[in-house]
């Protein structure tokens, strides 16, 4: 947490977080040689628009942290705001400024909460033929589906009450979870990865 803090400092996200928002945060996928083999750029582009229009549709404030080697310039809008950082967001202390954080998949997914009790929610949908991905599993076995979220009621909330909605929708999805080095489907998904290399 020392190393994260002083980077804060060093490289500030410079955005202002206003609590009165319904704050998400989306974290976008980068189309690389690996993911291709489960969408096209066309595809996840596509995809990532629609999860944002909902979740602007549905009362959000949508923070988008494009990937960082995704080199397109993308523009604010009025309920739509872009995060200028290279950085890792889980180098933030965004703790009592955003509600959730979203993405397709990221490892940021999994953490955020473990560190600043902020519920992630994946929207893999759109990954097909990853059955034998060890990462993709991980962030479908332990982040809820960004539908969970989209199911909330956010009308009349204040910040505060839906954090505890979202959080709770988050813990009783992962209440039940195995640990990681426990989990079966994990563990055979990782034996089957060994055994083909």
């Not at 009165?20 to 291709?36: E, Q, V, W, Y």
């Amino acid at each position: 947490m020392k190393i994260s803090s002083q980077l804060e400092k060093l490289y500030p996200i410079n955005i202002e977080f206003n609590t009165n928002d319904k704050n998400i945060i989306f974290l976008a996928t980068f189309c690389s040689r690996k993911t291709s083999q489960f969408f096209t750029f066309e595809e996840l582009t596509s995809y990532q628009k629609t999860i944002i229009k909902k979740l602007i549709e549905k009362g959000y404030k949508v923070y988008f942290k494009p990937h960082p080697r995704d080199l397109k310039e993308y523009k604010d809008g009025e309920n739509f705001k872009v995060i200028k950082t290279k950085l890792p967001l889980e180098c933030y202390n965004l703790k009592d400024k955003c509600l959730a954080v979203v993405s397709l998949f990221s490892s940021a997914l999994c953490q955020m909460y473990h560190y600043q009790n902020i519920a992630g929610f994946c929207a893999t949908d759109l990954i097909k033929k990853a059955d034998n991905d060890i990462g993709i599993n991980i962030i479908k076995e332990y982040s809820p589906n960004v539908n969970v979220l989209l199911k909330i009621d956010t009308k009349s909330k204040t910040f505060e009450q839906l954090r505890e909605e979202i959080n709770k929708e988050y813990l009783n999805f992962i209440k039940d979870k195995p640990l990681l080095s426990e989990n079966e489907t994990i563990k055979k998904i990782y034996e089957k990865s060994r055994n083909t290399v």
